[in-house]
């Protein structure tokens, strides 16, 4: 199973990645720094003819272009991609505003609090 980590805190990134590497269902398929640069990945691999990723963990809170702003763009995008991936936010939110919002996007299909504990990682591996 793919992932496609869309977060601005290098640290974070590298701590998922090295926690991913653990579980051998599991392994990164692309990172990016804002919903921007993740759009442009995502329209390049399918250019590419790419099998898009499995899961994007996705930040709520970065520059240029946020999570919610990604959410928007993604949603045409995901039509021409070869499968649909699936969402699950990673935020350091705990506003319950954001967790009722997430659930208005049906690829969206979990809302994790940061950092990302062990059993939900173990969870990912069985989506």
């Known amino acids: ?3 496609f980590i ?16 653990r579980y051998q269902m599991l392994e990164i398929w692309d990172t990016a720094h804002d919903g921007e640069k993740a759009l442009e990945i ?4 399918e250019e590419a003819e790419r099998v898009p990723p499995d899961i994007i963990l996705l930040d709520l809170n970065m520059p240029i ?11 045409p995008l995901k039509k021409n991609l ?3 991936p699936k969402i699950c936010i990673l935020s350091s939110s ?6 009722e919002k997430s659930k ?3 690829e969206v299909i979990e809302f ?6 062990e059993e939900k990682l173990e969870l990912l591996s069985r989506l």
């Open 112 to 117: 994790f609090t940061k950092p990302l504990q």
């Open 104 to 106: 208005i996007y049906p």
């Open 42 to 45: 995502l329209a390049k691999a």
């Open 1 to 3: 199973m793919e992932i």
């Open 6 to 21: 869309i977060d601005d805190d290098e640290l974070l990134c590298f701590i998922l990645k090295k926690q991913i590497s």
């Open 65 to 75: 272009m946020d999570g919610w702003e990604f959410l928007e763009a993604f949603s």
């Open 82 to 84: 070869a499968k649909q």
């Open 94 to 99: 705990i506003n319950p505003a954001d967790r």
